[in-house]
């Protein structure tokens, strides 16, 4: 469940972020928990493109505890950033890439995974299940991804989900 705390925090970031020339939406624990995803969440991740990452960097600039840069892992490449909006630790992902078979795949489309939710009179973007399912699944996170791929059969499906 979205603690009060989080709604406050995803408010503040939907509406600073509503004019952004990037797509980017809410992911990881607390997208899944938007989507009715029965999970405890601590933090917000947000993913964008690599651009994207840059421009809510300097947004969130005050905030900044790790300013957004690459990072390079063997299995994941992106530009990540880390912020503390109200007390809440905000993780900005952009240009994700996966290292599959040794060989980096192209940088996720966030537009194209994206969906909305309303929340409280806001509408917040959202990365789909069915990729976040199939994203977890890659990086080797089974477990997460078996639970997503479980709680998507057993419910009725919406176009897009």
Do not use: C, N
């Amino acid at each position: 469940m979205i603690p009060p705390a989080q709604h406050a925090v995803l408010y503040r970031l939907t509406t600073a972020l509503a004019d952004l020339p990037f797509a980017w939406a809410v992911a990881g624990s607390t997208g899944m928990a938007l989507q009715g995803v029965p999970l405890d969440v601590h933090d917000i991740d947000l993913q964008t493109s690599a651009a994207g990452a840059y421009a809510i960097g300097e947004r969130l600039a005050a905030f900044a505890v790790t300013p957004v840069r690459e990072k390079i892992s063997p299995h994941i490449r992106s530009h990540l950033g880390a912020f503390v909006v109200d007390g809440l630790i905000v993780e900005v992902l952009g240009g994700v890439q996966k290292r599959i078979d040794g060989v980096w795949e192209a940088p996720v489309d966030v537009d194209v995974h994206r969906r909305w939710v309303p929340l409280e009179g806001l509408t917040v973007p959202v990365l789909s299940l069915a990729y976040e399912e199939q994203a977890y699944r890659a990086l080797g996170r089974i477990e997460r991804a078996d639970l997503l791929r479980d709680w998507l059969q057993g419910r009725p499906q919406t176009p897009g989900s």
